[in-house]
């Protein structure tokens, strides 16, 4: 059974509002200590007799997320530090429901006496069936005063969808690696980045602009085109920016340690691989069956098959329900994005059709190439930014990632919901579908020498967005703009912390 003194060693501001507990912290201690601090969302808005998620994959920041938000609600919102209730699942003794319910009703009597209660559940996924005592929790009428948050790997958090009725809708969010503009906004401009004094001038100026810039592609035409002219004097900085994010993708951890080194040590790589490993192992998954179905997809990066081919390209033969099972796990866990192609007879994307399978993070796919070819991480990372078509492969996925955060929602509006690709004669990489039904064609043309004449069009098609290297050329219906210039704009929804 969990022990109090477990609980209370957690809840270290239970000791006073003239307690500098955030001092001592481990997590805040870090977080103040780095070079990168990444600049999420606080502005969470919470009221009791709630239940709300926040689900990520590993390494992306929650705890830290927590912790300063709980800093945040005693020294600037002047919370009462004992109405704030913390405990992290992965401290119990045992994965079971028993230990959970203690810690609830622990915290559930403390806070009955305050007009309002807060309690903070971290990774709460380690537990078995975790979503069963929340459930019952509900139920009781005990969460009347009480807003409860809980976080967790997105497999764990999933389990939260069986509570249907109980204040859950609505406040589901995501916590994912951070998208390019995110690391754009999220960095302390200095020597780090460059020895050149007007280059970091550039790159503040830049910062500031961008600040009170975004699109989120439902603007006009004619607005995406205004903006994207607006951050075009700015493409030099925007590349260099560009170059270090290619290395890190958008973990913090690996952000930070290319900062510091100039490099990405083994020990990150090798990180990631024991996420994947551990999800494997937690849902009864073979480590030698998963790393055959990602050899397969890294086999066919950039092109569009049926799961059959995957099933084909497995050393044994994996049955094609197997790797359908496998794919799903991996998806879910937000390793892997599957994107179907569009079918505009239909008006739906086409379940039998071919797919793109794209990892979602490009530090997840040097990882993983790492473990899959025993080769050094940073290595390889340098090896396939210098190739071409690889090269293009990560850009494609970054861009995706992009975009699916613009509208995505949990549970409610799912990225295939708005955002394909299309294959006919030819293909466009991506069609997003605007909230007024009108669609946009995005292509990634990753070459110095681009127009408009580069992209297939169809009818259905309203507008295209090709993205280059350095081409930049507005036309009617048409803008081709750098790919930097681009991502740079793009703001993910509020549902992304």
């Known amino acids: 059974m969990v022990e109090i003194s477990k609980i209370i060693e957690q809840n270290p501001w239970w ?30 808005n919470i009221s009791p007799n709630n ?50 319910r203690k810690v609830l009703d622990y915290f559930t009597e403390r806070l009955q006496k305050f007009h309002v209660g807060y309690i903070f559940l971290d ?98 035409f004619e607005k995406i085109k205004e903006k994207v002219e607006l951050l075009i004097p700015y493409k030099n900085e925007l590349d260099l920016l560009f170059d270090f994010y290619l290395r890190t993708g958008g973990f913090p951890f690996s952000i930070e340690n290319y900062l510091r080194e100039k490099k990405i040590e083994k020990k990150c790589y090798e990180t990631i691989i024991n996420i994947i490993l551990s999800d494997l192992g937690k849902r009864g998954r073979s480590e030698n069956i998963g790393k055959q179905i990602l050899n397969a997809i890294v086999k066919r990066l950039g092109t569009a098959y049926d799961f059959r081919a995957i099933s084909r390209d497995t050393e044994e033969g994996i049955s094609v329900d197997t790797v359908i099972n496998y794919l799903e796990l991996f998806e879910n ?96 990489d991506f069609v997003f579908k605007r909230d007024s039904g009108e669609f946009i064609g995005i292509e990634v043309k990753y070459r110095p020498e681009v127009s408009e004449k580069d992209v297939y069009k169809i009818k259905e098609v309203k507008n295209y967005i090709i993205l280059s290297k350095d081409s930049f050329e507005i036309g009617k219906d048409t803008i081709v703009v750098p790919i930097t210039v681009f991502l740079s704009l793009i703001k993910s929804s509020d549902y992304h912390l």
Do not use: H, M
């Open 15 to 44: 000791k006073g509002i003239d307690f500098p507990w955030y001092s001592f912290d481990e997590k805040i201690r870090e977080y103040e200590n780095a070079i990168f601090k990444t600049k999420r969302n606080f502005s969470l």
């Open 51 to 100: 239940i709300y998620t926040i689900s990520g994959p590993r390494q992306v920041g929650k705890t830290t997320y927590i912790k300063l938000l709980i800093k945040n609600f005693i020294l600037k919102k002047g919370f009462d530090p004992k109405s704030i209730c913390y405990f992290s699942c992965d401290t119990l003794t045992s994965n079971s429901r028993k230990e959970l």
């Open 123 to 220: 990774e709460v996924s380690y537990v078995k069936d975790w979503s069963i005592e929340i459930k019952n929790l509900a139920d009781s009428g005990k969460l009347e005063n009480i807003c409860l948050i809980v976080t967790g790997s997105p497999l764990g958090v999933k389990e939260i969808e069986y509570l249907p009725g109980r204040k859950i809708e609505g406040n589901r969010y995501f916590f994912k690696p951070l998208t390019f503009r995110d690391f754009i906004l999220s960095l302390d401009i200095d020597r780090y980045i460059s020895p050149n004094p007007e280059v970091i001038e550039s790159i503040l100026k830049l910062k500031k602009i961008l600040e009170v810039n975004f699109l989120t592609l439902e603007e006009d």
């Open 333 to 428: 866990s937000f390793l892997i994005k599957i994107l179907y192609s569009y079918d505009f007879n239909k008006k739906q994307k086409r379940i039998k059709g071919n797919k793109k399978i794209y990892f979602t993070d490009p530090f997840l796919f040097y990882s993983i190439l790492s473990w899959l070819e025993g080769k050094n991480g940073f290595d390889i990372t340098e090896e396939i930014l210098s190739k071409e078509e690889k090269l293009s492969y990560i850009l494609e996925s970054i861009v995706l990632s992009t975009l699916e955060k613009t509208k995505e929602i949990p549970i409610i509006k799912k990225s295939d919901s708005f955002l394909w690709f299309y294959y006919d004669k030819k293909e466009i």
